[in-house]
C-alpha cells in the first residue's frame, strides 16, 4: 500500500484529499496546524506549524511514495478588505512565505531525496493560477509571489526527478476556486472532485506528468503568456486589462 503524506489536512481541499488518497487505497498521514483533524481518512497525524523547522523524527520511519504540500494562506485577500500591493506589509509578505514556500521546501528537501534514490515517487504542489508570471491584478501580491516561487520549487525538483532514473514526478496543481474557508462560499467549485481529480494525476505515467502545472485534469502551464499591460492587452488583443482585488485564492 502507498504512503502518502499531506499538509494542511483538517479542512478545505486537504481533507477532501485524504478522503481521496484514502479511496485510491492509500494510507494517509497529515500534518497541520489543527489539534486533532475529525474527518477520519488518516492513518496518522502530528501536529506541525510549517512556518517552524520540521522536528528531526517526523514520520522519520515511514517511506513517502506520494507527498502533497497542500497547506497555504492568503493573508493580502482583498475580498477580506486587505489593501493592494502599496499597504503591504513586510511581516505578512514573510508570513505567506513561510508558510507557501519555506514550508513547502522544508517537506520537499526532507521527502524528495529518499524518492530520487528509491527511484519512485510523486510530489505534488497545491498552487494557483495566480502564480502564473503575469497573472497580477495590482493586489495579493504575497499571494501571488509565493505560488511563483513555490511553481519555480517544482520546476526545481522535477529537474532532479528527470535527471533521475525511474518511476518520479513532480508537479504542481490549481485546484481552481473552490469552496472552502480560503476560496469563500462564494466559490463555484466543490472541493471533494478538485481532490478526486489530483488523485487521479499521481496515475499519470512519469513522463506526462513531471514539470507539470495542471488545473483538474487539464494542464494549465506555467505562465498566461502575451503582454500583460501596454496596447495588445488594453485592446483585448492579448491578456485582458486586469482589475484590481479579485483575488479567488
Ligand atoms: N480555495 C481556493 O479557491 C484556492 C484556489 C487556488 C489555490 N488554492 C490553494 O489550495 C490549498 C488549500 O487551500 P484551501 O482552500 O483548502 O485553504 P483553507 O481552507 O484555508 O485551508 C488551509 C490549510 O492550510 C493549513 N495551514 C495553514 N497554515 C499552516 C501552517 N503554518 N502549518 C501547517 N498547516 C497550515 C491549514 O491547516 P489547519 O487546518 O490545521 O489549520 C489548512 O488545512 C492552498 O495551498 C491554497 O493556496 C486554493
Known sequence: MPTALVTGVSRGLGAHLCRALKTSGHRVL??????APTHGHLDDYRVTDLRD????????DEEIDVLV??????????????GDLFALSVPDLRDTF???????ARVVQRYAPPMLARGSGRVVCVSSGMGRL????GASFAYRSSKLA??????????????????LAAFAYCPGWIRTDMGT????????????????????????????????????????RGPFVG??????????????????G
Open 69 to 82: 504540500h497542500n497547506a497555504g494562506v492568503y493573508v493580502d485577500d482583498p475580498r477580506r478588505g486587505y
Open 30 to 35: 497529515g500534518v497541520g496546524l489543527a489539534t
Open 98 to 104: 513561510e508558510v507557501n514556500l519555506f514550508g513547502a
Open 185 to 224: 462560499g462564494d466559490a463555484p467549485l466543490d472541493p471533494g472532485p478538485v481532490a478526486e481529480d489530483l488523485v487521479r494525476l499521481l496515475d499519470r505515467p512519469a513522463a506526462e506528468a513531471n514539470g507539470r502545472f495542471f488545473r483538474g485534469g487539464a494542464e494549465l502551464g506555467w505562465d498566461t
Open 53 to 60: 523547522p520540521l522536528p528531526p523524527d517526523l514520520f522519520a
Open 231 to 248: 496596447p495588445a492587452a488594453e485592446s483585448g488583443g492579448g491578456v485582458p486589462p486586469r482589475r484590481a482585488g479579485r483575488g479567488r
Open 150 to 167: 513555490l511553481n519555480a520549487l517544482v520546476l526545481s525538483v522535477a529537474r532532479h526527478f528527470d535527471a533521475g532514473r525511474g518511476d
Open 134 to 137: 503575469q497573472d497580477a491584478d
